[in-house]
């Protein structure tokens, strides 16, 4: 074929031009026929679900890449090119039919991790499973892809001798530039090692509530180098993986997201311990935030002024239980100054009669 295009060549034309038409033209017929898959697919999933039409922007540039790659390749029949050439254009696409594997091997991991997180629904108020899985697909799914890229980009780039030749000399040469390169993937690896541990045994998950360097948050993102914690106030704390393998912390959401609650209140010595225990039930069992479990409510310190009393409730997760702890810390106050001020903290000072020896004398002399 290529010869035929030679026989048919104007004189005019040099041959890299000639050439340089026929990729063009092959090219560009590649994607105007894949934009014309795409459309056709994109009209025949309109009135399917969601997820199919999410799926085709993940398979579009994959996809793209591919019919680039068959549209050079046929091309490659019909352009008359010298060796030299031919040993270039196939060295150039092996390099984009191994990132093409790679992309698609990728792209793969993500549908099915998003095919796999259909299965769970973590806005329900038991999401305990629900988040241990997506935690676990997100952490490995992201680390797979990293792993995959890294490889993908390497096995590419050893496909051109000089890159092949340079990579064999880096692996044989055990000198400081070996330990330069150890060194400078420390972290990388460190984070990506204490990614696995993550996923494998979870300390932490998607959604969990905790508590890092004094702040109070929830787990919101959790990625193959760090872990982003929502703030109670929405500022963003943003940590590496390795914070949460080698510092202690604080999970209220590890085994279940139900949790206790502690409202603290000062009374003096004169309350009636039993009313104010009546009271507390029946402030949480008005609420809806209490799930039925805990009240409780004891005295736990005193002091010279007043006495410390502890109310216990438990609520189904730790948004549930912060809004429970200040309804039952609000309607005892307000309780108490209303129906018994008497027992709120106070003061008392024992004076002394003032003596009437001094008024008695003179009232006697007089």
Not at 225 to 236: A, S
């Amino acid at each position: 074929m290529a010869e035929l295009i030679l026989d048919y060549r104007p004189e005019w034309l040099p041959v890299w031009a000639a050439n340089l038409l026929i990729f063009a033209g092959f090219a560009a017929l590649a994607f105007v026929l894949h934009d014309m898959a795409v459309t056709l697919v994109r009209r025949l999933t309109r009135r399917s679900e969601s997820f199919w039409r999410t799926l085709l922007p993940k398979l579009r540039r994959p996809t793209r890449l591919a019919a680039l790659i068959l549209g050079l390749g046929l091309a490659a029949e019909f352009a008359p090119m010298n060796a030299e050439s031919a040993i270039a254009l196939q060295r150039v696409l092996t390099f984009g039919f191994v990132i093409l594997i790679g992309w698609s091997l990728i792209v793969a991991i993500d549908i099915w991790a998003v095919l796999h997180a259909r299965q769970y629904k973590v806005d329900s108020e038991d999401n305990l499973l629900a988040r241990k899985h997506l935690t676990q697909l997100r952490i490995l799914t992201r680390s797979a892809s990293l792993v995959i890229g890294l490889l993908t980009v390497g096995l590419a780039l050893m496909s051109f001798p000089g890159v092949r030749q340079y990579g064999v000399s880096l692996l044989a040469s055990a000198g400081a530039a070996g330990i330069i390169a150890g060194l400078a993937l420390q972290p990388f690896l460190t984070n990506l090692i204490a990614g696995i541990q993550i996923a494998t045994t979870q300390p932490i998950r998607i959604d969990d509530a905790v508590i890092v360097e004094g702040e109070w948050g929830w787990i919101e993102e959790i990625t193959s180098t760090y872990v982003v914690v929502r703030l109670w106030d929405w500022r963003r704390m943003v940590l590496p993986l390795t914070y949460f393998i080698q510092k202690p912390f604080q999970n209220w959401t590890r085994e279940t997201a139900s949790l206790i609650g502690t409202v603290m209140l000062y009374v003096d010595y004169t309350a009636p311990i039993d009313v104010l225990r009546a009271k507390l039930e029946e402030i949480a069992r008005a609420s809806p935030l209490w799930d039925g479990q805990v009240i409780n409510l004891a005295v736990t310190e005193v002091s010279e002024r007043t006495i410390q009393v502890r109310c216990l409730v438990s609520s189904r997760n730790a948004p549930s239980t912060f809004d429970l702890r200040c309804e039952v810390r609000e309607k005892m106050i307000a309780w108490m100054q209303k129906e018994m001020p008497h027992i709120l903290p106070r003061d008392r000072f024992e004076l002394d009669a003032p003596r009437q020896e001094g008024f008695s004398a003179s009232t006697a002399s007089a």
